[in-house]
């Protein structure tokens, strides 16, 4: 392995994978130098399309069903406040190592404790607890309507949502200078990390910065600058746009067309260019800082590490935001490392990682061990080599509780298949080589259009029929991977093995050959 390098981790908010790609429209220069001189990562996942399980999942390298926190923990629809007794995040042990931890910019993992409680010094960090927050629920959103004309025309971009307050998922603002966003407040998040690199450099110990955006995040609300840098008329569709929903499960279909349908495709395009513009801006805010990194003398001797912790449907089956629905807009994130010495430059892992991999990853570059041998995230160092361990895993899973409102939901998929399994409505299987883009449920009730019919002839009365009945084929695929489901479970101390009637809607339980 190469001399412990610094760590440098520039990490947005509801940015998807593909926006960093080298041959997608969308322009990231700063990443793709990155790219150019490390590793990108193509099947980096989430462990769920929400900030603070996916989070902590990067803290502590646990899923959510061990570290305890399932959706936003400073509302008061939260299902716990923070991290679960006894779990470590990976920036206690690196500080108990002698490593120079600084911090600016989201937090997001605890409504109990800061960066600080977990071995950082803080910059500019945004932080938070449930009660800070003097008003209720219900007065904010009255104060969000008490100005509203509901006989004013809606305009482009707008949702309206009577009595709980319209609002934008895309518009423009006034630029905020000659670069555009000196005014925002991510940019007073980066010029704190800006400064404090010299300092870091400075210094004899190790020392890893970590700064935290708060975009893409919606609403795509961005400078004119970046707002006009693409042409909304040279930009395609989603292919996965004019699903029509019908297999899908009915939460959604609500949400398709209760909001999104509001909108034109003139509209679709607007908002992509506008969610573009803003990653390429957050591009400019980074490339700031890989220049003061370089100015320091410390670039190659820095491990830069950039990433998000979620995606954005951003027009995907005409659905936007992240939540419920499980589709890869949403789970599938950005990951590119640069490291010289212990990166391969140029080079792409197309190998199944996730979020949780990078607590142990940076671990090992500091020579802590991990706490807890049952983790399920990996040290990706070997990968970053080129050299992909012979027991790398051949499946990924998610794990969902729900948002401010709850679902349970359980994900499982390998090259192959895809299996959703839905406690709230019909489970979803994709077959992932024929129908990439999730347009085709083969375990909806009805008949799939892409050579799986999914029809069987019915049964006698008195006979188990898993519901919907499929084909042996794809029934036996079913079997198989809720199999994958319940064997992960058991090993992450998931807490869905209720047995009650109207809770085991799992076609198939963990007991049946799981």
């Not at 994130?333 to 991999?357: K, N, S």
């Not at 709850?406 to 409505?425: I, M, S």
């Given at each position: 392995m190469a001399d412990t390098p610094n760590v440098l981790i520039f990490h947005t908010d509801q940015q998807r994978a593909d926006v960093i790609h080298p041959d997608h429209p969308c322009q990231t220069p700063n990443v793709q130098r990155i790219i150019d001189e490390g590793v990108l990562f193509t099947n980096h996942y989430t462990q769920t399309a929400h900030c603070c399980p996916a989070r902590a999942s990067f803290m502590t390298g646990h899923y959510p069903s061990q570290h305890g926190v399932w959706n936003n923990i400073?509302?008061?629809?939260?299902?716990?406040?923070?991290?679960?007794?006894?779990?470590?995040?990976?920036?206690?042990?690196?500080?108990?190592?002698?490593?120079?931890?600084?911090?600016?910019?989201?937090?997001?993992?605890?409504?109990?404790?800061?960066?600080?409680?977990?071995?950082?010094?803080?910059?500019a960090t945004v932080t938070g607890r449930a009660s800070d927050s003097n008003d209720s629920a219900l007065e904010r959103i009255i104060r969000a309507v008490e100005d509203e004309d509901p006989d004013r025309p809606r305009e482009d971009g707008q949702i309206l949502r009577p009595g709980w307050g319209n609002r934008h998922i895309y518009a423009s603002r006034p630029d905020g200078g000659p670069k555009g966003y000196e005014n925002l407040r991510d940019y007073t998040v980066t010029r704190e990390a800006i400064d404090e690199l010299p300092r870091l450099a400075e210094g004899d110990a190790p020392w890893m910065l970590y700064c935290g955006l708060i975009g893409p995040h919606d609403p795509f609300t961005i400078p004119e600058k970046f707002a006009t840098m693409y042409d909304p008329d040279e930009i395609e569709l989603p292919a996965s746009f004019r699903d029509t929903l019908e297999d899908k499960p009915r939460v959604y279909q609500r949400m398709r067309h209760q909001y999104w349908g509001q909108m034109s495709?003139?509209?679709?395009?607007?908002?992509?260019?506008?969610?573009?513009?803003?990653?390429?801006m957050l591009d400019a805010m980074f490339g700031e800082v890989l220049d003061a990194l370089e100015a320091t003398g410390e670039l190659d001797n820095t491990m830069v590490v950039f990433t998000s912790d979620h995606g954005d449907y951003c027009g995907d089956h005409g659905l936007y935001c992240k939540g419920v629905p499980a589709f890869d807009g949403a789970y599938k994130?950005?990951?590119?490392?640069?490291?010289?010495?212990?990166?391969?430059?140029?080079?792409?892992?197309?190998?199944?990682?996730?979020?949780?991999?990078?607590?142990?990853?940076?671990?090992?570059i500091a020579g802590c061990p991990e706490p807890d041998s049952n983790m399920p995230g990996r040290s990706i160092v070997p990968l970053l080599a080129g050299d992909t361990p012979g027991d790398w895993r051949d499946e990924m899973?998610?794990?969902?509780?729900?948002?401010?409102?709850?679902?349970?939901?359980?994900?499982?998929?390998?090259?192959?298949?895809?299996?959703?399994?839905?406690?709230?409505?019909?489970d979803e299987l994709y077959d992932r080589r024929e129908d990439p883009h999730e347009m085709h449920n083969l375990a909806a009730p009805c008949r799939n259009p892409i050579g799986h019919d999914n029809v069987p002839e019915r049964r006698s009365p008195g006979e188990f029929q898993p519901w919907p009945e499929l084909p042996p084929e794809l029934n036996e695929v079913r079997r198989e991977m809720l199999g994958r489901i319940w064997r992960f479970a058991t090993e992450r101390d998931d807490t869905i093995f209720n047995s009650y009637f109207t809770v085991a809607l799992s076609p198939y339980g963990p007991a049946c050959g799981g």
């Open positions: 400073l509302t008061n629809t939260r299902l716990s406040e923070g991290l679960n007794d006894g779990i470590r995040c990976f920036s206690e042990d690196l500080s108990e190592a002698g490593w120079d931890l600084a911090y600016t910019g989201k937090w997001h993992v605890s409504g109990l404790e800061d960066p600080a409680d977990r071995g950082w010094r803080e910059l495709e003139r509209e679709v395009r607007e908002s992509i260019a506008h969610y573009w513009g803003y990653c390429t994130i950005p990951l590119a490392v640069r490291w010289p010495g212990g990166a391969q430059a140029g080079a792409t892992c197309d190998e199944f990682t996730t979020h949780a991999d990078m607590a142990n990853t940076f671990r090992e899973h998610l794990q969902f509780n729900g948002v401010e409102v709850y679902y349970t939901q359980r994900t499982v998929f390998t090259d192959e298949w895809k299996y959703v399994y839905n406690a709230f409505d019909f």
